[in-house]
């Protein structure tokens, strides 16, 4: 079973914490390719979340200094900052463990509101580098076709099945019909839970089906 990725939100003893960019501003990352997918020459499914559309990032307003607000010390592996995953060195190596040079991982210190200038972590923002047609054709209810996206992700009588030949043994990629969704494979949610991530949750499983 794959799954969607997601954060468990900020629990407490943290119900204000969060980041702040300091030198730079994700939101306007720009995609080295921009290009449409080749069955859908409008591009109307890449997703206005650029840093989840399955293609990698220029450089440019990606910010290497985040001020951590409201707490001194970084608590999740994984995190949201602007619909994006920020991750930690521990989760970064089980990710590189599967799929080496794939995804890119822009490096973000992070300093203390109470004491500015001062990194007491290194976090990773995550983008991920794989963009695939994923979805099995058939069995996904309701059925899809391009230039459509699939947006009934959990509403009553949908079924999103994937084929695992498409996949391909890829573990962390987006599906280009499956907008703004960051899809994991078995395998990887399951070496997440054994080096014992945290702040991560699968929001919905998906099945994967031999074509």
Known sequence: MAGTLSDIGKPEPYPNYFYTEIDGEVRKSVLIDDTPDPDDPRGVR?????????????????????????????????????????ISEKMKAVIEGLELGIHQFWPMQIEPESQPGRVVATKYFLVVGQRI?????????????????????????????????????RHLWVDSYVCNELLLSGRLIAALEEADCTGWQIQQMIEEIIA
């Open 46 to 86: 890449i997703s206005p979340t650029k840093y989840k559309n399955g293609r990698w990032l220029k450089p440019d307003n990606i910010p290497t200094r985040l001020r951590l607000e409201a707490t001194d010390m970084p608590v999740f592996d994984f995190e949201i900052l602007y619909s994006g995953p920020l």
């Open 133 to 169: 047609d994923s979805v099995h054709r058939g069995l996904t209810v309701p059925e899809i076709e391009p230039p459509l996206s699939y947006l009934d992700l959990g509403r009553a009588g949908s079924r999103l099945v994937l084929d695992l030949t498409r996949i391909a043994g």
